[in-house]
């Protein structure tokens, strides 16, 4: 065979090592370096991206060397055909896609169960009226759950979006909010009713209270009455 001849089969091969080796694998590093910047704990990179690289250059060179000194086509296109069929597997079926495809339902699963245990925590906090008590803290309610402190102040800053903080005087808030309203508590004075729903003195209190609805109690009363 002619030099000019292998000048395509030369082509195919390269264009068949890039299809399955190459752009699969810049594929991979790519999914990887997401997945470790949005949740570093749930995703690990695969050694065998960098592996997979050099091979398919490796590869590529030994195919061409066979290409330059075979004489006859029929040897070329069985290594073709192995060459994809080997390739194709490597990338699909290799032990690192596999253990990216469980890494991918362990975060799925994981973000359910958070969702879960913050949706507890939550009714704990508000059907039981904790954040009506000063007491209240990551502390007690990790005691309660027998989970640790960071765990429950994660789920709420995640699926609050806010401080644990933040959120319990928020709940402190609208329930104030409910008592400057009601004639029943016409004779609690501004501080009484923000000791009555958790707040430890009247300056906390002024200061949620505006955080929240932009207004002081005693301004949010005037103009609701």
């Known amino acids: ?28 590093l790519h999914n990887q370096n997401t997945k470790s910047n949005s949740s570093k704990s749930n995703s690990k990179p695969t050694s ?12 590529a060179c030994i195919v061409i060397g066979i290409l330059t000194t075979i004489n006859e086509p029929i ?18 079926y290799s032990p690192s896609r596999k253990y990216s495809q469980k890494s991918e339902k362990n975060i799925i699963t994981s973000k359910k169960a958070g969702e879960t245990t913050f949706t507890k925590i939550r009714e704990y906090i508000i059907t039981e009226e904790k954040y009506l008590s000063p007491d209240i803290n990551l502390n007690s309610i990790a005691v309660f759950f027998n989970m640790s402190k960071g765990y429950i102040s994660q789920l709420i800053n995640v699926h609050a979006k806010k401080s644990f903080n933040d959120y319990i005087n928020e709940l402190r808030v609208e329930a104030s909010q409910k008592m400057l309203l009601d004639q029943q508590y016409d004779n609690y004075t501004i501080e009484s009713i923000g000791l009555e729903c958790g707040f430890t003195s009247k300056s906390n209190f002024y200061t949620a209270f505006k955080k929240v609805v932009g207004q002081t109690p005693n301004q949010y009363k005037k103009l609701k009455k």
């Open 1 to 28: 065979m002619k030099k000019y001849v292998f000048i395509p089969l030369a082509i195919l091969t390269i264009s068949t090592t890039i299809y399955n080796y190459i752009f699969p694998s810049f594929r991979i």
């Open 48 to 59: 065998k991206t960098p592996i997979t690289l050099i091979l398919s250059l490796a590869i």
């Open 75 to 92: 040897y070329i296109f069985p290594v073709l055909i192995i060459l994809s069929i080997a390739t194709h597997w490597f990338i699909h």
